[in-house]
């Protein structure tokens, strides 16, 4: 063996997760390193699948609903939504214009509650402990609000084919207008808290960055995507139940790092409260909340494809129907799983110190990516 | 420097205030009206029988298959007491199977099975969170007490029957047309 064979250093082997605590889930990353460098990554995903594609297939359309609450289970109503939205486009159904108002009430304070989750483990990730306090305080105020409403914090089940399940109590309108000032000053105080924070920026400046060709290259989706300056959100581009009539603006990086990432979210929370409040202002005080639809639906026969702006990005929903009263496919189209595509070029050339981060930073949800 | 003494600013904005959350198993917080624990059969108490019929359209809907029972005679209407001619003879079921969906509150056409508050259930047995009908009416009554339920189907009536009462001033008619129900939902059955 020559001297150069004997001090020449090979990469190593490093394995992360299942269970490890900053994975968000069970995610389980094989890194290569030399030295503190990442050379490569090998995301391995499938720790929770549940096959809700195929368990789909043998449900009736109503109790698939339950089944889409546990894909992406932060944003749950947006979820029940793509849902909802493909066999209601499927059928030809109009939806009551009062539901619809409620339902994007829901959607948008459930992407608050998402994004103060992203905020406050983003905070984690980064080593600081304090935002995930102030984080879930907020989001506290927002689930007890969906308790009120649906009886369930997570698993809501509230959507339903051509509307909602039930009427939402007398006071909802109140209290939403009365949560609404509290989590606006959550935000800003969490703003203040953490975005420019000296040692955040010099943890997440530049760092996994993805230029807009290679992102839209990769299939990301929602803030992941905006961050790298692309204005890509279906909510404007493709509106869907009646974003068309909402005032909002569409926040963009500049860079495309881990930062940009960071901040598009926050960004994204002011513009989910402006979209509440006018849907608060806009909302008629009565009227019908669900369709005419059957005990038991049956689209049919054919085929539609829906999409939504989760908090994650775009779910889409492709819905085969047979005629029956299950579907004969249905296949989701998750963002996260798209999202997490982009982890490996992103963490190349990246500190092992920052490969937490940079995960962090694309919000996945396993349960989302693995179906 | 600057900003991160803004960040510490916060942090001693918030020292000082009083804190949102509870110490879990010793306090708790209140719960919703709406909350949902797990399914319970409610109880009417003016026959002293189960408001369910055995019909099983639950146990059909049930996305999990948590659920199971029998359809019997109901021997209170031989005798004349009750207008229900078949009745609820066991039931179970698997709360640990259950995930609390609400579909079988929603298409219950008798009023009978309700989501209780009842939510802490952890037991050491495997199958101890299997329950089967005396329990579940227990959970039921004790839901029924709390909430003052009124069966949702007369629930409209009720409202609009209290409203009228407090209108004219006389005693609160809700309670005596809650009872007559029966006789719709047999014809139903």
């Known amino acids: 063996m020559t001297e150069a064979q004997r001090l020449e250093s090979v990469d190593i082997l490093v394995n992360m997760g299942p269970q490890h605590p900053s994975t968000h889930g069970v995610f389980r990353m094989v890194l290569w390193v030399d030295g503190e460098r990442i050379v490569d990554c090998d995301p391995h995903i499938g720790y929770l699948h549940r096959g809700s594609e195929k368990l789909s297939e043998g449900e009736l359309y109503s109790q698939i609903i339950t089944l889409f609450d546990r894909l992406d289970y932060i944003g749950n109503f947006n979820t029940e939504l793509a849902f909802v939205g493909a066999v209601e486009k499927l059928m030809n159904l109009a939806v009551p214009e009062r539901a619809e108002y409620i339902r994007v009430i829901l959607c948008e304070l459930n992407r608050i509650s998402s994004h103060m989750l992203f905020y406050g483990t983003m905070g984690l990730d980064a080593g600081a402990m304090t935002p995930i306090m102030y984080g879930f305080r907020e989001r506290e105020r927002i689930q007890n609000l969906f308790e009120a409403v649906t009886g369930a914090r997570m698993m809501h089940n509230y959507f339903r084919i051509g509307g909602l399940r039930e009427e939402p109590p007398d006071d909802f309108v109140a209290r939403v207008r009365g949560v609404l000032p509290a989590i606006e000053q959550g935000i800003e105080e969490g703003d203040r808290l953490l975005t420019y924070n000296e040692v955040f920026l010099a943890r997440s400046r530049g760092i996994g960055v993805l230029s807009g060709q290679e992102a839209l290259d990769y299939g990301l989706t929602g803030p992941s995507l905006r961050a790298s300056g692309i204005p890509d959100d279906i909510r404007a581009i493709e509106p869907y139940s009646i974003y068309d009539r909402f005032d909002f603006d569409i926040p963009i990086g500049e860079n495309g790092d881990t930062w940009d990432r960071y901040a598009m979210r926050v960004e994204e929370m002011r513009q989910s409260v402006k979209i509440v409040k006018q849907a608060l202002e806009q909302m008629p005080e009565s009227g019908p909340i669900k369709a005419q639809v059957r005990g038991i639906p049956r689209p049919p026969k054919g085929e539609a494809y829906f999409r939504a702006e989760n908090p994650r990005g775009e779910i889409g929903v492709y819905l085969v129907s047979d005629g029956g009263d299950k579907p004969y496919r249905l296949k989701i189209r998750p963002p996260s799983f798209a999202n997490l595509q982009a982890l490996r070029p992103m963490l190349r050339n990246t500190y092992v110190a920052d490969a937490v981060m940079v995960l962090g930073s694309l919000d996945i949800v396993l349960g989302e990516v693995d179906r | ?189």
Not at chain 2, 107 to 123: G, L
Not at chain 2, 151 to 177: H, M, R, S
Request: negative net charge; contains cysteine; glycine residues 8%.
């Open chain 2, 1 to 189: 420097m600057f900003n991160a003494l803004k960040g510490m600013l916060v942090t001693l904005s918030t020292t000082l205030r009083k804190p949102v959350t509870a110490q879990y198993p010793k306090q708790h917080l209140p719960l919703q009206e709406r909350q949902w624990g797990f399914p319970a059969l409610t109880w009417d108490g003016e026959v002293g029988e189960p408001y369910c019929v055995g019909c099983m359209v639950c146990v059909r809907m049930c996305p999990t298959q948590c659920m199971s029972g029998t359809m019997i005679d109901n021997p209170k209407h031989a005798e004349g007491e009750s207008t229900r001619r078949k009745i609820i003879g066991d039931f179970e079921i698997n709360l640990g199977r259950c995930i609390l969906c609400g579909i079988c509150v929603e298409v219950c056409n008798f009023d009978a099975i309700e989501m209780s508050h009842e939510h802490e259930i952890s037991h050491y047995a495997r199958n101890g969170r299997r329950v089967d009908l005396p329990m579940l009416l227990d959970m039921g009554v004790k839901y029924q007490q709390e909430s003052n339920w009124i069966p949702p189907t007369k629930k409209k009536a009720a409202v609009a029957a209290a409203a009228k009462a407090a209108a004219e001033g006389g005693a609160p008619a809700a309670e005596a047309e809650a009872g007559e129900d029966t006789a719709e939902k047999e014809s139903e059955a």
